[in-house]
């Protein structure tokens, strides 16, 4: 069973810094790694996924792996309130599966 | 508008009563999917279907059924319904074998069994 370990928060930032979100797992074989924003009452979408050990940015949002430690972060510079939502890690669990993590709560106060 | 559409958006069921569950999309995607999302317990795989005609068990199947009868339709099945059943169910699609495998959901669909 791959595991997905994100803390639930909630993490409260100030509007205007940075807010970095962690996710560590279980399965060294896990090959790809997906950030996936939902606000509440809504369905998942996603922000961004990275395969390779580094950064991947994307607007104002950088997602960080590790694959030797076994963590993949996202780091959202300059939140704005509109960022508040719980974010979801999630990797390749099979071909085509998915296996998510239960996701961060994070707010951004103005 | 090209997506995934989940029907019904809520439903107040009886326990023990059969229900099914809708999902069609639009964007031709070989993979689909069923999470369900339970407060503290996260999205969690139900079934999953890789192509047409093919499908195959998540995390938790045990009380739910799928078929694949073609590429646009994946309806979750609940035979008898019991409370532990309440949750918020996801349908989901992608294309694995293009590129990043990104899933695509639909809305959710709100069941509550009582």
């Known amino acids: 069973q791959k595991e997905v370990e994100q803390n639930s928060g909630p993490l409260s930032v100030p509007e205007g810094a940075i807010a970095s979100l962690n996710c560590t797992y279980s399965d060294r074989g896990s090959q790809s790694f997906f950030w996936y924003r939902q606000y509440s009452g809504k369905s998942p979408e996603l922000i961004m996924f990275?395969?390779?050990?580094g950064d991947k940015e994307d607007g104002r949002f950088t997602a960080q792996l590790n694959k030797a430690s076994q963590y993949v972060s996202l780091l959202i510079r300059d939140s704005q309130p509109s960022d508040s939502a719980t974010y979801l890690c999630a990797l390749n669990s099979g071909y085509s599966t998915l296996t998510f993590g239960k996701g961060t709560m994070l707010l951004v106060s103005p | 508008i090209a997506g995934i559409t989940q029907a019904p958006t809520s439903q107040i069921l009886a326990a023990g009563r059969r229900m099914t569950l809708r999902c069609t999309q639009d964007m031709r995607h070989n993979a689909m999917y069923w999470y369900r999302q339970d407060l503290g317990l996260g999205l969690r795989l139900i079934h999953y279907s890789n192509t047409a005609g093919t499908t195959g068990k998540g995390e938790v199947p045990d009380g739910y059924s799928v078929s694949r009868a073609n590429t646009d339709d994946f309806p979750l099945t609940l035979a008898s319904a019991v409370p532990s059943q309440t949750s918020v169910y996801f349908c989901?699609?992608?294309?694995?074998?293009?590129?990043?495998?990104?899933?695509?959901f639909g809305a959710g669909s709100r069941l509550t069994v009582l």
């Open positions: 989901a699609s992608s294309d694995p074998g293009v590129g990043a495998n990104v899933l695509t």
């Open positions: 990275i395969y390779s050990n």
